[in-house]
């Protein structure tokens, strides 16, 4: 059975794609800071196949035991989808907040390259699959976006993954959602996609035949 190591788990697509990839036959390693969210939803998955790993994606120490504990549970790691991320509420950089930006780059952009790191070893062991959550906003234009430019940073640095692993026959996808609506905004997105819609194209990703690499899948509402 393989595993996916999900960072960002407690809420939101990382939820979201815990329970899409319990459905495909997955064991999931769920990390999050929120180990209270995290408890409920391997409550709701099954203790079998679901694995709760708090964890702080900013801090590397706190990555790699939450892979460890993942190995040490499920015996590999298989995907590893760096999904945490945070927003700002400040606006570009006149307006903007540098103890936003502090977050927002130790979270959105050290946090995903460490994910990458802690857990590098199983992944290419497995011959898997990495999986980095940018954004639209990381492929479009968004005037004064300092949050875009952290995206823009995961678009980059996916991109250059992708062909460092390539020939280690791992696959790198950037998710590049256009807004879904979920926590990381205070108010209801009614218009938004769901965050089960972008678990799908993270499902449709790792589900394509070996020889097969979806590098990039930019999901948008049609209204948007
Ligand atoms: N919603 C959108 O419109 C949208 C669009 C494009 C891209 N995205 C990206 O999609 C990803 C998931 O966002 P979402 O919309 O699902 O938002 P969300 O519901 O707010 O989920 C964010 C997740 O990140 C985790 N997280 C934040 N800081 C963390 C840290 N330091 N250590 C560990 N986990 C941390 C949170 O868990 P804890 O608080 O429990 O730690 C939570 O599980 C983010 O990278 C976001 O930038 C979102």
Same mark, same amino acid.
């Given at each position: ?10 809420? #939101? ?6 329970? !899409?990839?319990? @459905? ?23 203790? @079998?196949?679901?694995?709760? =790993? ?18 040490? !549970? ?6 590893? /989808?760096?999904?945490? #991320?945070? #927003? ?27 994910? =990458? ?26 005037? #004064? ?38 926590? /990381? ?12 819609? =972008?678990?799908?194209? =993270? ?6 035949? @070996? ?14």
């Amino acid at each position: 059975m393989k595993t996916m190591f999900i960072t960002g788990a407690s809420s #939101g697509i990382g939820a979201a794609t815990a329970k !899409r990839a319990v @459905e495909a036959g997955y064991n999931v390693a769920l990390a999050a800071r929120s180990k209270d969210k995290l408890d409920g939803l391997v409550e709701e998955l099954g203790t @079998e196949q679901a694995l709760a =790993v708090s964890c702080d994606v900013t801090d590397f120490a706190s990555q790699q035991q939450a892979a460890k504990a993942a190995m040490e !549970r499920f015996g590999s790691i298989d995907v590893a /989808f760096a999904n945490a #991320g945070v #927003g700002a509420s400040g606006s570009g950089t006149a307006g903007g907040k540098p103890e936003e930006w502090d977050k927002m780059v130790r979270t959105n952009v050290l946090g995903v390259i460490y994910t =990458v790191k802690a857990t590098h070893e199983a992944v290419i062991a497995a011959r898997g699959h990495f999986l980095i959550t940018s954004s639209g906003a990381g492929r479009k234009i968004i005037p #004064g976006s300092v949050y875009g430019a952290t995206k823009w940073a995961m678009s980059g640095y996916g991109a250059n993954l992708r062909e460092e692993m390539r020939d280690k026959g791992v696959k790198v996808t950037l998710i590049e959602p256009g807004m879904v609506n979920t926590p /990381f905004f205070d108010d209801p997105k009614p218009d938004a996609m769901a965050a089960d819609d =972008v678990a799908r194209a =993270v499902i449709y990703a790792i589900s394509q035949p @070996e020889n097969v690499l979806a590098g990039e899948i930019w999901v948008e509402p049609l209204n948007r």
